[in-house]
């Protein structure tokens, strides 16, 4: 099952330096001129700062992208709204670690404006109600920025969230909102000082929804088929990959977990990114190398009798998955 490389690696590592070389080249321009910049402002920072200057580059083209969008109307609001964010950013030459600050405004700005505009992918909006009341209810539509963000929208209020770190589940924070989901349930806190609810995803949606189906359930890898192989899992329990509705994903491979992201374009197209993974020495019949690196390489799933079929490129093979006992 191994994908073998398409170019030497020798090739690869020239193409990498040339590659480096101009993203430096680029990097070192912010989207202003820093020629009249004044000394010690934050300005000077970016523009001494490859990764600042990069970032300063890609919020130019969001926000380009999402005056665009808002040309019809009024662009004043967007206009304005950039000029406090900018304040905002060059307040960090309060903090011990100014790059830090600067480089998280621009992510969180960036984020905000991807999920605001639409121009990244999304999943949802998937309908929450709390506290058992079917009146109280809230549509969250998770967004693939970095960080991943979410949108809640509650009657007239909505609300940007950013996710944070959390040892289990999903956890979102924003401005004086909470979002922390397990599963299908989640506790969500509206407003400062309120009471965190209980809220349950609509049931009927998640049936409905074949794409809501991959977030259900851990799925364990029980088989593998293609045109040259055909094999079972002895111990489907140990490969596992979880779907989060956010976009992320978690995997069990043997011995070794990994983590990242995962897009859906519809008529049961996936893409999966693995962004990290922990290298213990698993036994030689292992198959977990095989599994995190394949899974990247699938392009199309689909759901029959209750059980996952994830699809490799190009006739690669099919994986067969189950949901793992409750």
């Known amino acids: 099952m191994k994908i073998p490389l398409q170019l030497p690696l020798v090739l690869l590592f020239f193409l990498s330096v040339i590659w480096a070389g101009n ?96 121009l990244v992918q999304s999943v949802g909006p998937i309908r929450y109600f709390c ?18 963000t979410l949108i809640a929208e509650r009657g007239d209020s909505v609300s940007i969230m950013y996710r944070q770190p959390a040892e289990e589940g999903v956890r979102y924070r924003g401005r004086n909102e909470m979002f922390d989901e397990d599963g299908p349930k989640a506790t969500v806190t509206w407003g400062y000082g309120a009471e965190p609810m209980i809220c349950q995803q609509d049931e009927k949606a998640i049936l409905s929804d074949t794409s809501a189906i991959l977030t259900s359930s851990t799925w ?46 519809g008529a049961g197209r996936i893409s999966i990114d693995i962004m990290g993974m922990t290298r213990a020495a698993c036994p030689p019949t292992s198959y977990g190398d095989d599994f995190v690196q394949n899974l990247e390489h699938v392009a199309n799933y689909f759901l029959r009798d209750g059980d996952l079929y994830m699809d490799m490129k190009v006739d690669g093979g099919t994986f067969h998955l189950q949901p793992a006992p409750k």
């Open 23 to 118: 993203h430096r080249a680029v990097a070192s321009n912010p989207s202003f001129s820093c020629s009249d910049i004044r000394p010690g402002s934050i300005e000077e920072v970016i523009c001494q700062d490859d990764r600042l200057s990069e970032l300063d580059n890609t919020l130019a083209e969001v926000y380009r992208k999402a005056r665009e969008l808002v040309k019809g109307a009024s662009p004043s609001f967007l206009q304005a709204e950039q000029r406090g964010w900018i304040k905002g950013r060059d307040e960090c030459w309060k903090d011990v670690n100014q790059h830090s600050c600067i480089e998280d405004q621009y992510l969180r700005r960036i984020a905000e404006l991807q999920a605001r505009f639409q």
């Open 131 to 148: 506290e058992g009341d079917l009146r109280n209810e809230i549509m969250v539509t998770f967004f693939s920025t970095r960080p991943l």
């Open 220 to 265: 364990q890898w029980v088989s593998f088929q293609s045109p040259v192989e055909e094999f079972n899992i002895v111990d489907p329990e140990r490969y596992t990959i979880k779907f989060l509705a956010d976009g992320s994903l978690t995997v069990r491979a043997d011995c070794n977990r990994a983590q990242g992201h995962y897009s859906e374009s």
